[in-house]
């Protein structure tokens, strides 16, 4: 598919995933869907198709950082060069103890859930970027990526340093083209919500990628987490 703008969304589900594969796919990108559940993705790409969406499954998870590049890789190779990286799974919730209850052991999901993971994509899909002379990189939050939460000790970590690392990205790669931002989403991602509805927040990322300006964005104020 030479040619093709090329959108990989990173933990793509039936709400936020969905519509941004909606909203790129109704600008001409072709789209790679990669989470764990193979039916679930299989079932999503057969409705973008009905919607005149091209899309395709790509089955990994994102805490098996060597099966999550596959996957990449195979979506560049089947589709062409990943120009828009999404990273966007939603966090377990056993990430999500108390910090007092929250030992090393405890931390290990959390951290290659939100570290290693996106570290494991953007590795795999920059070399495509930097030969395009374009990309960008958007990672979705929580609100405890901003305020941490001493009842969400996992994710306030995790995300902490998922935010270092996009914003290290962020000054690094601005003057290649590269536009790397953060969306934080406080609280749940609502349907009918004014700001958090999937919709709303696809438009959003879809703003991001086009506006290309500053790292953090927020969808809705950090009090309404």
């Not at 939460?149 to 083209?177: D, M, N, P, W």
């Amino acid at each position: 598919m030479v040619g093709v703008s090329v959108v990989a969304v990173v933990g793509a589900g039936p709400g936020l995933g969905a519509a941004v594969a909606r909203r790129f796919g109704h600008e001409g990108y072709a789209v790679a869907l990669v989470a764990r559940d193979h039916d679930r993705l299989d079932a999503l790409v057969r409705e973008l198709a009905e919607e005149g969406v091209t899309a395709r499954a790509y089955p990994a998870d994102v805490r098996e950082p060597d099966r999550l590049a596959r996957a990449l890789a195979d979506a560049a190779r089947e589709l062409g060069t990943v120009e828009v990286l999404q990273y966007s799974p939603v966090p377990q919730r056993d990430f999500m103890r108390p910090v007092l209850e929250t030992g090393h052991r405890q931390l290990t999901g959390p951290i290659e859930f939100s570290v290693y993971g996106p570290v494991a994509a953007v590795q795999q899909v920059l070399p495509g970027m930097r030969a395009l002379g374009r990309g960008t990189i958007l990672f979705v939050n929580g609100g405890t990526a901003a305020v941490p939460h001493v009842e969400r000790a996992g994710t306030s970590v995790a995300f902490a340093a998922q935010s270092a690392y996009g914003h290290l990205l962020h000054e690094r790669l601005a003057a290649e083209g590269i536009h790397v931002a953060q969306l934080v989403v406080p609280g749940a991602i609502v349907p009918g919500h004014a700001r958090k509805d999937p919709a709303v927040l696809a438009e959003m990322l879809w703003g991001m990628h086009r506006e290309r300006h500053g790292f953090r964005h927020f969808a809705d104020d950090l009090d309404g987490r």
